[in-house]
């Protein structure tokens, strides 16, 4: 097991000796290659891009659960958390219905300034909401909201995530480090350095799950940091072959020295990697290129490449009066432990439902202008 340590911090700058690397080649990326769309004139129902069963749930609404500005969404054991405006988490159920909220802004050891990140984890059978503020992760009862302890950092934290083993994985653009690892009581055992690159970016879900991995994109590069709880072991790899032009740290922090925060405008001259996700043996990329967005699917025995925008060929048969497909970028936005999930923002839009083995539909809601999202799930 190769860790971080104080002699190569001193001994080194560079990121690739600070953590295990691996060489920039075809083979040690996530996904080697990614194909380009097919030219093709033929239609695919939005029902069946990612699979055939999918499911709609309109988030209840209501005056005590209407939800702001979503900043995250995580599904667990078919309950959803939703991260409203960076200071309240609102609980809807398997059907939509409202559940609670964690609403406790303040500066009392019980409260919190802001919510940077969160997630939610089982612990002795009771679920926990974790959230970060500042320099420390505190902990609620996911049940009764009520505070429970809190884990204290010597630096801001940015974005985190308990492995199996209840170690900490987290992300702070503060130190001379990027990466750290900790104990369950906030001890740090392991880092890895930082690369050049800007880190602005704070995507709402980091450290994704894959495999019996967490990986970290470094914000839209092609770059990424893989943890491996097993060997508790960070390396450093690519997403996609370098081979495939894709936005590298190099080229992303120029683009801020140059334009600070502008820069993003200046994204869609590049072909970039917006997020990923797997699930059931399934890498999922949502990536940029040519002012078009591309959703891959990629699986060990085959690959498809689906335009989503502009001038999509996908047939929406899931909300039967808008065919705006932009929702698919909120691929980004959530984490569920059992599907992939997409948020989709009210628009006066009817939801179908597609009956199975037949064309047939029948309209099951009405979404309203003012009404709270709705979430399209895919399983």
């Not at 104080?6 to 990326?29: G, M, R, W, Y």
């Not at 591309?294 to 001038?311: D, V």
């Not at 065919?323 to 432990?337: K, R």
Request: net charge positive; charged share 20%; glycine share 2%.
């Amino acid at each position: 097991m190769f860790q971080c340590s104080f002699i190569t911090i001193l001994v080194s700058c560079c990121f690739l000796l600070a953590c295990n690397s691996t060489p920039k080649d075809q083979e040690n990326a996530l996904a080697p290659y990614i194909l380009k769309p097919e030219e093709s004139n033929s239609k695919i129902k939005l029902s069946e891009i990612i699979t055939k069963h999918y499911r709609v749930t309109p988030l209840e609404t209501q005056k005590t659960s209407l939800v702001g500005s979503v900043n995250k969404i995580i599904k667990r054991d078919s309950i959803f958390y939703v991260l409203s405006n960076e200071r309240k988490i609102q609980t809807f159920n398997f059907e939509g219905k409202y559940l609670s909220t964690l609403d406790k802004m303040g500066r009392a050891p019980d409260e919190y300034t802001y919510i940077g990140d969160f997630d939610v984890y089982s612990q002795n059978g009771q679920k926990q909401i974790w959230l970060c503020d500042m320099n420390c992760i505190k902990i609620y009862n996911a049940a009764t909201m009520q505070h429970e302890k809190n884990i204290y950092y010597p630096f801001v934290i940015n974005k985190f995530k308990k492995t199996p083993d209840n170690h900490i994985l987290f992300m702070t653009g503060q130190n001379e480090k990027l990466f750290f690892l900790s104990d369950p009581s906030g001890n740090i055992i392991d880092s890895c350095l930082n690369t050049k690159v800007t880190n602005t970016m704070l995507k709402p879900v980091q450290f994704i799950p894959y495999k019996d991995k967490f990986v970290y994109q470094i914000d839209f590069t092609n770059s990424c940091v893989i943890y491996d709880p097993k060997q508790k072991q960070f390396q450093k790899t690519f997403i996609v072959s370098t081979k495939n032009n894709w936005l590298s740290e190099l080229q992303y922090d120029a683009l801020f020295q140059k334009y600070e925060y502008d820069f993003f405008k200046y994204l869609k001259n590049y072909t970039f990697i917006k997020t990923l996700r797997y699930l059931n043996d399934k890498l999922y990329i949502v990536s940029h290129e040519d002012k078009k967005r591309y959703l891959h699917i990629i699986s060990t025995s085959k690959q498809q490449t689906i335009q989503f925008a502009p001038n999509t060929r996908i047939v929406n048969d899931i909300f039967s009066s808008n065919n705006n497909l932009d929702f698919i970028s909120s691929l980004n936005m959530g984490e569920s432990d059992d599907s992939i999930l997409l948020i989709i923002e009210p628009s006066n839009q009817d939801i179908q439902q597609i009956k199975k083995g037949s064309d047939s539909n029948r309209i099951i809601s009405k979404i309203n202008d003012n009404a709270n999202p709705i979430i399209l799930e895919y399983f």
